[in-house]
């Protein structure tokens, strides 16, 4: 899918007339026979790869495009040669590739194309990108970076002790591998050294990190045209892939999963217009939307629209008579930043019509944007008049520092999406390229590539934001009439309007709260830890009896196991070294105390920096107060998430991460803190789900249901339940609900298999209800491609019939643990919504300040505090309606730690 939605891309966006795909082979070539260490050390390629890179080959060629292969020669070469004849016939040429090697073919006329990945746009590197990035005067002298450098991963050596930094420095210098080698004398001390003993392996490793240029391929410019989809290989293929949404954008609203060709149904393009009917042949399918009468999706120079800048007190006023009358409007912002706590707003953009749009400038200077901002506030705090956005809680959140609070019913079209398809991405532009065959004005085109060159939207003539304002208004407006309807056929029209929408006010109003942080608390803290990890440290050098550097991996490997030979049978890493992560070192710290001391100094290290260090830096200096951001659409479970910070990871488990809870407090002496926990949720949720009549039972009586789960699997009475057995127990209650195997238990208890085995075997003879539940959730996912939570949010399982083990694994553990974890997320949404609407109500001055997993946490003044938790509790238990009692822990102090 990575592959299809990138290639789909290139294609629409940048309209090659000529493209390849070009493939290593398994033959050896020249670099191997040179030096036979060259990528010795190379991970065999992983399985899901290996299994998908067939379908990758037949994408390619059911799109039209060849693919080249030479026997002896690597892709780079193939490429490199390629590009340069094309060069010579002249052909701008785009070498499409994240590998930093390609930057020594870069010219004139050759550039690098970097796909966009993680967020990033796409990156295109000509000769005055790679000089300064690798610090140059000449492309050439990539090379001999590379050769100085070398490649781990490769297994180039390089020359020791020279890594990027320097290597650039000694190029810039020297201008090459071999006047390096030649002035060698000029250097000092280790490096004089390295570069006199490894000069033969510095010009080897030079030789085999350049690229070859006279591979004898042809460069047959005809036979590298981009062809036409091949309606008969790709239909059938997509349908295999059950890629839906890729296949209604080659082949239009009539492709089906189920489809095997046919006919093509009538298509409007993005402004509702009939586009012409297509033309078919018994071989290829001529003209799909978006790759043949359209090359390339359509922007904004394509279609008709209507963009108005509202800049004058009268054109506002009509303006605001316009948007009064309606029902229903489209919005957005334009800020300074991407934080909204600490952007300035820079304009608001509307559409009531699609191709219409306005946009109002709004000055820099306060006072006089305030007056501009007030004007809009009948609209905007106007109850019945519905808000359609992207993101709405970064607009509403931008104006409540401007004293405006958003009112109406909301429709939040990333938030649809995310109930439509929750594995994938829900950007505009990607929702707009998907959905609507549109590509919007990038804001990179606007402000520049991200990085700290990077201006703001107030640097912009406002001539151009109007358009990029207005077309996001615009666009957004055209998925909200396409997700609607979508999201009543998939029954997720309730959640929408009921859950995810209005929750967005209550996400908006706890960021806009903040909560409180003692930093000289956690400065104390910080030098505490230091001591401590200083202590370590030292224990470490003298039970190693060798002093090296704690934080470097490949310096512990060598202590570890060439030193101490602690294991064996250690593995290594694809670079030779020692892996040295927390589950290698966990299993060896039985065999010697130094690997706890190693595992104690890394978890106060990662603690201190993490968090005790990075705290006070989030404060905000407009409030005073640190302000987490919510994701609420990130976790396919519907989980909300956080960061800056992620108040999901603050430590829980350990006692002294527990400590960075003290440093969360209450705004002042008149107040505290509230903690509200639900009780083993997404057990009585199991039990709910199940209907297993034992755990219900158990939850319905009081009974502790560890201690309950281990008399029925241990045949004993409550009584005699040892402590040993209630562990074990639990085990197996929270391991069922993530699809734990008989050898996860063995592992995580330390007990033989077979014993692990006999648990759960006579946990699903107890607890029959809970097998069964298993049973059928598999059964319904593995017919319907989904499973649902009990508000009917739905997890789509698209592995959940595929003939690779591993893969499908994974798919059934998320079948069974995805409509518990999802029924939870759901409840606390639901009780966040109805409590906090109470608190409003009820004109009280609670706050509510921080949710993470099944908690809620609340600022409250101590006149309020039995009135909230009466609140608290009922919402909380009344979320959703259950035959299994849910029971809510409510705490209280003066910090979060004495609090929970």
């Not at 002790?161 to 090459?176: A, D, F, P, W």
């Not at 934080?339 to 608001?348: C, E």
């Not at 609507?436 to 703001?456: D, E, H, R, V």
């Not at 509200?676 to 789900?689: G, N, P, T, V």
Request: net charge negative.
């Amino acid at each position: 899918m990575g592959f299809a939605n990138t290639l789909l891309e290139v294609i629409n966006k940048e309209k090659p007339s000529h493209i390849a795909v070009v493939f290593d082979t398994e033959a050896p070539t020249e670099r191997h026979t040179d030096f036979e260490a060259y990528k010795a050390h190379r991970q065999a390629m992983p399985e899901d790869l290996a299994t998908a890179l067939p379908y990758v080959v037949k994408l390619i060629e059911g799109f039209g495009i060849p693919v080249i292969t030479k026997d002896g020669f690597e892709a780079d070469d193939i490429i490199g040669t390629l590009a340069k004849e094309g060069e010579k016939q002249g052909f701008q040429v785009f070498c499409m590739t994240p590998d930093k090697d390609f930057a020594q073919l870069v010219s004139e006329n050759i550039f690098i194309y970097k796909p966009s990945r993680m967020g990033n746009g796409v990156e295109i590197m000509g000769v005055p990108e790679v000089l300064a990035k690798w610090e140059i005067e000449n492309v050439k002298q990539v090379i001999d970076i590379l050769g100085l450098w070398g490649d781990a991963v490769d297994n180039i050596p390089g020359i020791p002790g020279i890594g990027e930094k320097t290597s650039k420095i000694l190029v810039k210098q020297y201008g090459s591998v071999e006047n390096i080698i030649a002035n060698a004398h000029e250097l000092k001390g280790k490096m004089r050294e390295n570069v006199q003993m490894f000069a033969a392996q510095g010009m080897v490793s030079k030789k085999l990190a350049t690229i070859i240029l006279d591979v004898p391929v042809e460069f047959d410019a005809h036979a590298l045209e981009l062809g036409a989809p091949n309606r008969e290989l790709l239909e059938p293929l997509f349908a295999e892939l059950e890629f839906r949404t890729l296949g209604r954008r080659v082949f239009g609203d009539n492709f089906s999963l189920g489809s095997n060709g046919g006919g093509m149904s009538q298509q409007t393009d993005l402004f509702g217009q009939t586009m012409a009917e297509p033309e078919t042949s018994s071989k290829v399918f001529v003209a799909p939307p978006a790759l043949f009468e359209q090359p390339t999706a359509k922007t904004i120079a394509d279609v008709p629209h209507d963009y108005k800048l509202v800049d004058t007190p009268e054109a506002r006023k009509a303006l605001i008579d316009l948007l009064l009358q309606q029902e229903s409007i489209s919005w957005d912002t334009e800020t300074t930043g991407t934080d909204a706590n600490l952007a300035a707003l820079v304009g608001l953009s509307f559409c009531i019509k699609v191709g219409e749009g306005y946009y109002i400038p709004v000055p820099a200077e306060r006072e006089a944007a305030q007056l501009i901002i007030d004007e809009f506030r009948p609209v905007l705090e106007n109850e019945k008049i519905a808000k359609v956005g992207q993101n709405l809680k970064y607009d509403i959140l931008v104006l409540k520092w401007y004293g405006v609070n958003i009112k109406g019913r909301l429709f939040d079209t990333m938030l649809a999406h995310y109930l439509i398809d929750p594995d994938t991405r829900h950007g505009m532009d990607l929702l707009s390229q998907n959905y609507l065959n549109y590509t919007p004005i990038s804001i990179t085109s606007l402000i520049g590539a991200k990085g700290k060159n990077q201006g703001t939207m107030r640097d912009v003539p406002v001539e151009k934001v109007v358009d990029y304002a207005a077309e996001d208004a615009d666009v957004t407006l055209q998925l909200a009439n396409i997700f609607e309807p979508m999201l009543k056929e998939l029954n997720a029209e309730e959640l929408a309007r009921d859950v995810e929408n209005p929750l967005v006010y209550v996400l908006a109003d706890i960021e806009k709260e903040g909560v409180r942080i003692d930093v000289e608390t956690l400065n104390r803290y910080s030098k505490e830890l230091e001591t401590d990890i200083a202590r370590l440290e030292q224990n470490v050098f003298e039970k190693c009896g060798v002093t090296f550097n704690l934080s470097s991996p490949k310096q512990l490997g060598e202590v570890l196991f060439d030193k101490l030979e602690l294991d064996p049978k250690a593995k290594k890493t694809k670079t030779g070294q020692y892996q040295t992560g927390e589950d290698v070192l966990s299993r060896l710290a039985n065999k010697s105390d130094v690997v706890q001391d190693i595992l104690d100094y890394r978890q106060l290290c990662k603690l201190k920096s993490t968090y005790v260090d990075a705290l006070p830096l989030l404060v905000n200096p407009k409030s005073g107060r640190v302000h987490t951001s919510f994701n609420q659409a990130v976790a396919a479970t519907g989980r909300l998430s956080s960061n800056n910070p992620n108040l999901q990871n603050i430590p829980i488990r350990t006692e002294r991460g527990r400590e960075v809870r003290k440093a969360f407090i209450p705004r002042d002496a008149d107040h505290v803190l509230l903690s509200a926990d639900y009780s083993q949720i997404e057990l009585r949720i199991i039990a709910e789900i199940s209907k297993e009549e034992n755990m219900l039972e158990a939850f319905a009586q009081g009974t502790d249901i560890h201690t309950a789960t281990a008399a029925k699997v241990y045949g004993t009475t409550i009584e005699q339940v040892t402590p040993t057995q209630r562990r074990n127990a639990k085990a197996v209650n929270f391991g069922i609900i993530y699809g734990q195997s008989a050898f996860g238990l063995s592992q995580s208890l330390d007990i033989p298999r077979k014993e692990a085995a006999d648990i759960i075997e006579q946990y699903f003879m107890q607890y029959p209800g809970i097998q069964r539940y298993m049973s059928d959730t598999m059964t319904f996912a593995r017919q319907n491609g989904f499973v649902e939570t009990i508000m009917g949010r739905r997890r789509y399982l698209r592995d959940i019939n595929s003939a690779n083990q591993t893969v499908r694994g994974f798919a059934e553990r998320n079948a069974i643990n995805a409509p518990i974890q999802g029924s939870a997320a759901d409840m606390i949404k639901i009780a966040m919504i109805n409590i906090h609407k109470d608190i409003q109500t009820r004109g009280l001055q609670a706050k509510m300040t921080m949710q993470v997993h099944d908690e809620l946490v609340f600022d409250v003044p101590k006149g309020e505090v039995e009135v909230m938790k009466e609140i608290i509790k009922h919402r909380m238990q009344t979320a959703i309606k259950t035959n299994v009692p849910i029971e809510v822990e409510i705490g209280m102090g003066e910090n979060w730690l004495a609090a929970h």
